[in-house]
């Protein structure tokens, strides 16, 4: 009996143990497999837009009309002073399970940069480079810089983060938690999962255009 006791324990603790290392070996490629995959797409994207935006005669419709992206296509590069002087991300459209595996998506029907209105970008907390981890620690005054083909969009955050529900989707109106009011400034939204592994709620940064830039110009800070 004592024997068959052990047998089961040893066969227990077994399980257990592979089943840790599965449990392990997952994380760890959530972690750091999906960011080795993020950081290659971003070079990538970082690399295709600057030659879009230095070749001659460039095209600005992609900025007049959302209809002209196709989900996962880059158009923008977004750097947050406040998460470090190395913080970049390529925004890429949509924000579809593959369009955000590569980066921050702009969400499909909001407003474009510098457009009246709201441009709502969503990103990741964890996995894929974890682009918005540090998103809560953002605070009132703060600047985020979206630089596209035609110019650097300068926005200052205007509040504390907030913490909504996941089913909350006033947040992604024109006008940031007034569904059907009518815009009359352009706004920028940040949006992140909270707690960081789950999609119970949501982190919401909402920020205000205080100035058009040149491209490159003006964006260490």
Not at 12 to 36: D, H, K, N, Q, R
Not at 42 to 63: C, D, I, K, M
Not at 79 to 107: D, M, Y
């Amino acid at each position: 009996m004592r024997g068959c006791v052990r047998l089961y324990l040893r066969a227990a603790g077994e399980i257990l143990i592979s089943l840790g290392v599965v449990v392990l070996g997952f994380m760890a490629y959530m972690y750091w497999g999906t960011a080795v995959r993020e950081g290659s797409a971003q070079r990538t994207f970082v690399s295709e837009l600057h030659q879009q935006w230095g070749s001659t005669g460039p095209s600005f419709a992609v900025l007049t009309d959302p209809d002209n992206l196709t989900p996962g296509q880059p158009f923008a590069l977004m750097r947050i002073p406040r998460l470090g002087r190395s913080w970049q991300f390529a925004v890429v459209q949509g924000t579809g399970l593959p369009q955000l595996a590569l980066g921050p998506g702009h969400v499909p029907g909001s407003a474009l940069p510098g457009q009246v209105g709201n441009f709502a970008v969503a990103g990741h907390r964890v996995t894929a480079g974890n682009p918005f981890w540090s998103l809560p620690s953002l605070r009132a005054g703060d600047l985020v810089y979206v630089e596209t083909i035609a110019g650097t969009y300068e926005y200052r955050v205007t509040g504390k983060p907030d913490l909504v529900s996941a089913d909350d989707t006033a947040m992604l109106s024109p006008v940031p938690g007034h569904p059907g009011a009518t815009p009359r400034q352009r706004l920028i939204t940040l949006i992140t999962c909270d707690p960081p592994w789950t999609g119970t709620n949501r982190i919401v940064v909402t920020g205000a255009l205080v100035a058009t830039l040149p491209r490159g110009p003006g964006i260490e800070g």
